[in-house]
C-alpha cells in the first residue's frame, strides 16, 4: 500500500481539499464559459441589433444607432395591436390555468389516496411525452367544423360552434397546453402545507372557503406564481399555436419576428421585436420576484 | 365565565349554565375505528367543568383519536359527545365550543403572532377594537406581548408554544383540547410550561383536556387522569390514586415504575422508593429476599439500583441521595431487598370501571 501522498490523483485531491475556490472554479468554469459565449453574448449581440436598421434598397444593415424600430412598434397600430394581442393572452391563459390547477392541485395533494395521487399525476404528465405538433393538430381535430366538437354537438342537437382559427381556439389551446406547468408547482406548494393549520383553522371556527381563503391561498401563492411564470412565458414566446390554429388576424410577437427576420429580411426589427418581449418577461420574473415565488421553486 | 367580560365569539358554545354539577364533558359509548382496526373501543367519560384532565398512554392507546374526536376532526362510528349538555356529535369543529393546541402548534406562518391569535376573533367577526384588546390580553398572559409583531418562524419551540396556547385562549373555549403541546420542548422548558399552563387554566378555570404520554408530567399536572390502553381506558382517577393504587400491572409499569411481587395476597406492585437495600437479613415483618446488584444509575436526586433476585426475577429500588450518609452499593454487591407487606398493592386482574 502506498503511502498517502504519492500518486498523482491522490496529490491532486489533497490540493482541491485544501483550496475549496479551486475546486469552485474547475467544476463551474466549463458551463458558465458556454453560458457567457453561446447565450449570453448572442443575447448581447441581438440587443443591439435591435438598434441598428436595414437600408431598404440593398437590406444590408447599416450600424448606425437608431430608435426607428422601437417608434415602428409602438405607433404602427399593427404591431402595437400584435404586442397588446401576445400580452393578453399570456394574462387570459395564466388566469385560466390558475382557475383550473387549485382545486385540481388541492385534490390531488390533500383529498385523494396515495395510489389515486400515483394515477392522476401519471395521467397529468403523461402529455408532455407527446409532440407539442401532435397536441395542437389534436385540437384541431376536435375544433375544426368537420372535428369532433362540432359532431357531438349536432348529435345532441345543439347549435355547432366554429371555433377552429380563432382567438378562443388558441385560448383553449394554449391553457391545455401549458395546464401541467401549472398544475405540479401548485400542487408541491399544496403538499408543503401541514395538515395540522387546516385542523386549526377549522378549530378557530373557519369553514372551508374562509380557510381556503386565508390560509390555503396565501401559502400556496408562491407555487400560483411560479407556476405563472411558466404559462406566461411559455404563451407570450410561442409562434406554433397562433400559426395552425390562431386566424388570420392572430398574429403574436413571435409570428412578426419569424416573419420580419425570415420573410422581410429585416433582422433589426426581429431584434427590437425580441427585445420587447424580454422586457415584458424581465417585468414579469420582478413581479414574480416581489410575490415569493423564488422561495418556492 | 371567569375571565373577560364578553361572551361574544362563541355562538356554538352553550354557555348561561353555571352549575357546576353539570359535567364539561360527556362521552358515552364512543368508538371509532380505522380500516376495521379499533382506535377508540366504547368509551364512557365524564369531565367536571373546570377540570384538568389527562389522558395517558403509549402511541396507538387511542388518547389522540379520542381527542381528535372531541375536536371535530374525526367523524365517530358510534357514540355521543356532550359539551356542556350540548350534544355535538354530528357538529363541524368549527361549530364546536372547544380549541385546541396542537402539538407540532400549527401556527400560520404567513400571518404575524398578533394575526395568529387573532384569527379566530376575525372569523367570527369580533368587532376591530375588542379583537385588538382581547389578543393584547392573552399576549399578556402567555407573556409573549414583546413578540406580537414576529412571524412564527422567528420563534423558538417554547415561544411557539405560547403562541399557540394564546391563539386557542383568546376564543375563551370551554373545553381547551391539548395533543402532547410540550413534547417538541427540552426538559427544563417542559418542566417550566408545566408550571406555566397550570397556572393560566387556574387563572382561567376552563376544562383542559390533556394528551400526554410523559407519565411524569400527567402525574404534576392533572386532577383526574385516565389510563389509556388498547382504546380503552385502563384506570381513571387522582395521580396519587393511580400511582399508588394502579388497577392493573399495566397501569402499574406505565405510570412510573413499579416491581411485581408475589405475596401470600397474590400479585401485588411495590414501587421502587418503597423498597429498602441492606447488607444485613431481613427484619421481622419486612417482605423480601436477597440478590445482588447489576446496575447503578445516579440520576442525580435519586439513585436507582437494579438487583438480580436470587429467585430469578429483577427489582428495581430508588434511593435518595441524601446527605445523611447510608451505605451505598456497587455492581456486584450482595443486598438484601425489603418491603412492608402495607407498601404492597394488590393487583386485582379486572381493571376498574371507567367514571
Given at each position: 500500500m502506498a503511502s498517502p501522498a504519492n500518486s498523482l490523483t491522490q496529490r491532486t485531491g489533497a490540493v482541491l481539499w485544501r483550496r475549496p475556490w479551486l475546486r469552485g472554479a474547475l467544476t463551474l468554469s466549463p458551463p458558465l464559459l458556454w453560458f457567457l459565449i453561446i447565450y449570453l453574448a448572442s443575447l448581447a449581440v441581438m440587443l443591439v441589433t435591435a438598434f441598428f436598421s436595414t437600408?431598404?434598397?440593398?437590406?444590408n444593415i447599416s450600424h448606425q444607432w437608431t430608435w426607428s424600430n422601437f417608434s415602428q412598434i409602438v405607433h404602427q397600430s399593427v404591431y402595437a395591436s400584435i404586442v397588446l394581442r401576445t400580452l393578453t393572452m399570456a394574462v387570459v391563459v395564466t388566469i385560466t390555468d390558475i382557475i383550473i390547477a387549485l382545486p385540481f392541485s388541492f385534490f390531488l395533494a390533500k383529498v385523494v389516496t396515495w395510489r389515486w395521487r400515483q394515477f392522476l399525476l401519471a395521467l397529468l404528465l403523461l402529455p408532455l411525452w407527446a409532440s407539442y405538433l401532435a397536441k395542437v393538430y389534436a385540437w384541431i381535430n376536435i375544433l375544426s367544423d368537420k372535428g369532433v366538437l362540432p359532431g357531438i354537438e349536432s348529435r345532441l342537437g345543439l347549435p355547432t360552434t366554429h371555433l377552429a382559427y380563432t382567438n378562443v381556439a388558441m385560448w383553449i389551446v394554449f391553457s391545455y397546453l401549458w395546464l401541467p406547468f401549472m398544475i405540479v408547482p401548485v400542487y408541491s406548494a399544496f403538499e408543503r402545507v401541514p395538515d395540522s393549520l387546516m385542523e386549526a383553522s377549522s378549530d378557530l371556527g373557519a369553514g372551508s372557503w374562509r380557510t381556503f381563503r386565508w390560509v390555503l391561498i396565501p401559502m400556496v401563492l408562491p407555487g400560483i406564481v411560479a407556476g405563472s411564470i411558466f404559462t406566461f412565458s411559455l404563451t407570450l414566446g410561442d409562434f406554433i399555436t397562433p400559426l395552425l390554429i390562431g386566424g388570420s388576424s392572430s398574429n403574436f410577437i413571435g409570428n412578426a419576428i419569424y416573419d420580419s427576420a425570415?420573410?422581410?429580411?429585416n433582422l433589426p426589427f426581429a431584434a427590437a421585436l425580441a427585445f420587447i418581449s424580454i422586457i415584458i418577461m424581465g417585468g414579469y420574473l420582478l413581479m414574480a420576484r416581489w410575490a415569493g415565488a423564488f422561495e418556492a421553486l | 365565565m371567569r375571565w373577560g367580560s364578553k361572551t361574544t365569539g362563541q355562538p356554538a358554545s352553550p354557555r348561561g349554565v353555571n352549575g357546576s354539577s353539570q359535567p364539561g364533558i360527556t362521552l358515552r359509548g364512543v368508538t371509532k375505528r380505522f380500516g376495521g382496526q379499533l382506535a377508540v373501543h366504547d368509551v364512557d367519560l365524564d369531565i367536571a367543568q373546570g377540570e384538568f384532565f389527562t389522558m395517558l398512554g403509549p402511541s396507538g392507546s387511542g388518547k389522540t383519536t379520542l381527542l381528535r374526536l372531541i375536536a371535530g376532526f374525526e367523524v365517530l362510528d358510534a357514540g355521543t359527545i356532550i359539551l356542556e349538555g350540548v350534544d355535538v356529535t354530528g357538529l363541524p369543529p368549527y361549530q364546536r365550543g372547544v380549541n385546541t393546541v396542537f402539538q407540532d402548534y400549527a401556527l400560520f406562518p404567513h400571518f404575524s403572532v398578533a394575526q395568529n391569535v387573532a384569527y379566530g376573533l376575525r372569523v367570527r367577526r369580533v368587532p376591530a377594537s375588542e379583537r385588538r384588546e382581547r389578543v393584547e390580553r392573552v399576549l399578556d398572559m402567555v407573556r409573549m406581548s414583546a413578540f406580537a409583531d414576529r412571524r412564527p418562524t422567528q420563534l423558538s419551540g417554547g415561544q411557539r408554544q405560547r403562541v399557540a396556547l394564546a391563539r386557542a385562549i383568546v376564543n375563551e373555549p370551554s373545553v381547551l383540547l391539548l395533543d402532547e403541546p410540550l413534547g417538541a420542548l427540552d426538559l427544563k422548558l417542559r418542566q417550566e410550561m408545566q408550571v406555566e399552563l397550570k397556572r393560566i387554566q387556574r387563572q382561567i378555570g376552563i376544562t383542559f383536556i390533556y394528551v400526554t404520554h410523559d407519565q411524569e408530567e400527567a402525574l404534576t399536572m392533572s386532577d383526574r387522569l385516565a389510563v389509556f390502553r388498547d382504546g380503552t381506558i385502563e384506570q381513571i382517577g387522582h395521580p396519587s390514586e393511580v400511582y399508588e393504587q394502579p388497577a392493573s400491572e399495566f397501569v402499574a409499569s406505565f405510570v412510573g415504575t413499579s416491581n411485581v411481587v408475589e405475596t401470600n395476597l397474590g400479585r401485588a406492585v411495590v414501587r421502587p422508593e418503597k423498597i429498602e437495600l441492606s447488607s444485613t437479613s431481613l427484619a421481622s415483618g419486612e417482605l423480601g429476599g436477597t440478590g445482588h446488584i447489576t446496575d447503578v444509575a445516579y440520576l442525580g436526586m435519586v439513585t436507582r439500583y437494579t438487583v438480580a433476585m436470587d429467585e430469578g426475577h429483577t427489582m428495581s429500588a430508588v434511593r435518595q441521595n441524601s446527605s445523611l450518609e447510608r451505605q451505598t452499593f456497587t455492581i456486584g454487591d450482595r443486598v438484601t431487598v425489603a418491603w412492608k407487606l402495607h407498601d404492597a398493592f394488590p393487583l386485582t386482574n379486572q381493571s376498574i370501571a371507567a367514571g
Open positions: 437600408d431598404a434598397l440593398t437590406g425570415l420573410n422581410g429580411g | -
